[in-house]
Every structure is written in C-alpha cells, then in structure tokens.
C-alpha cells in the first residue's frame, strides 16, 4: 500500500470527490449538496406579500433594476420559490426557482437568454419555463406580472 502523508491524502480524496460527482450525474443523477445557485436573495426591505400578490419595490433592488440582472425569491408562502429576471428595458421574466430534475436552483444566463439549473445535469429552460435541454422532463412555473409606479407586481 502506497504510504502518504495528510496532505497528499487530502488532495486525492478531493480528486475522488470530484469525479465521482460528474460520473453520478453522468448517469442520470445531478451531485449536488446543497441545491443552491448563485444568484442573490432578493432583499428582505424590497419585497412585500399580501392576498396572493407580490411586490417588489425595484428601487431597493440595484441587481434587478439593471437589464441583465436577477434575483431569487425565497418566502414562506411560495413554497417553489421564483427567480426574475431583467431581460430587456421594462421586460421581467419570472419562472419557479427548482429545477424540475432534482430541485437544485435554476439561474438566469442573460447571455443565452434562458434559465439553467445550477446542478452538473444544467438542465436548461426557456424564459417561459419549457424545458430546451438536460435531464429535467417538466417545465418551470412560469409567473406573470406587470410594473407600475416602480413596483414589480406579480399576482400569484
Ligand atoms: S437538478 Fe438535475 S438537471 Fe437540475
């Protein structure tokens, strides 16, 4: 058996992870820990939820004033969760944060112009949510909303 120090163990054990989480979703499934992308919370102050509707005050949310930009929304009372996206001036798109593969948190590409699971899977969406590639088989929830006075309203 090969002798090797701390270090070295250490350096090869987190080869082995690594490559066993691609080979696992090689197969079908998506290894990921904690299901989270990268894409920031909306802030707490930006956001009010009453009678089924949600607002979001833009001028206390920088990123998602500017075209490009996202958020995610996690609240208690939208079990799902919801990302939006600032696709072109005055055009919001809003789909279901979980991928419909495994649950890991979808982001927005404003590059592609599509969401992506955050997962190695990546399964990707269109901007109203219907699956284009990857795993997932079900499409993202999509919300609708419109803008007024500076507010994103979605009604849910
Ligand atoms: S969770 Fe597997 S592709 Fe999204």
Avoid: W
Wanted: some cysteine; proline content about 3%; hydrophobic content about 40%.
């Amino acid at each position: 058996m090969e002798n090797i120090n701390r270090r070295q163990f250490l350096k090869k054990s987190a080869v082995a992870i690594a490559v066993t989480s691609t080979t696992l979703c090689g197969l079908g499934g998506c290894a990921t820990i904690t299901k989270i992308g990268s894409t920031s919370d909306a802030k707490p102050g930006s956001i009010k939820f009453k009678d089924n509707i949600l607002t979001i005050d833009l001028s206390k949310e920088p990123i998602l004033s500017k075209v490009g930009g996202a958020v995610k929304i996690k609240h208690a009372d939208i079990p799902e969760g919801m990302i939006i996206a600032h696709v072109e001036d005055n055009r919001f798109e809003i789909a279901s944060l979980s991928c419909t593969h495994r649950g890991v948190e979808v982001e927005y590409d404003h590059a592609k112009k599509n969401f992506e699971c955050a997962s190695l899977g990546s399964s990707t969406f269109s901007l109203d949510g219907r699956n284009i590639s990857g795993p997932a088989d079900k499409p993202l929830k999509e919300f609708e909303a419109v803008i007024k006075d500076g507010l994103l309203i979605i009604n849910l």
